[in-house]
């Protein structure tokens, strides 16, 4: 702290240690054991009940894989796109997936298109005015 008094921690602090993230695991790894929360898995009494299974993460092999794997196989979708099809699949999933019903919204009428000003004079270009490709282009003849 003496060496570096600019430094947010050096504050009411004359010293600290040199490596104080391995000093705080090392103290996690003594006193964790003690408390049951480390190395739980060893304790006899868990296997009591029958055979420990040998993950406790269920997620990964059966809901979520299936997900993963749709969203490598269509991982050129847009954000929102991404999103549904997250819903498709869990939406498959369920006890009596009906996917027309979810595929087809209940409200099928096609949106209102805002009318547009079609009268000449305005931003669009007149007949005769825009740039035509010959005028950028001039034809080459091999002589």
Request: aromatic share 8%; with cysteine; hydrophobic share 30%.
């Amino acid at each position: 702290a003496k060496d570096a008094p600019g430094d947010p921690r050096a504050t009411g602090q004359e010293w600290w240690w040199t490596h104080q993230p391995l000093r705080r695991c090392y103290h996690r790894l003594e006193s964790l054991p003690g408390s049951g929360s480390l190395f739980a898995f060893l304790d006899p009494a868990l296997a009591s009940a029958g055979p420990v299974p040998c993950t406790t993460n269920r997620l990964e092999g059966g809901i979520n894989a299936p997900i993963k794997r749709m969203l490598v196989n269509h991982r050129g979708l847009p954000g929102r796109h991404r999103v549904l099809a997250c819903e498709w699949a869990c939406y498959m999933k369920s006890a009596k997936p009906d996917p027309y019903r979810f595929a087809i919204p209940d409200d099928t009428t096609p949106p209102a298109h805002a009318e547009t000003d079609e009268t000449p004079g305005g931003d669009a270009p007149e007949p005769g005015t825009s740039i035509e490709w010959t005028d950028l282009h001039m034809p080459v003849f091999n002589t």
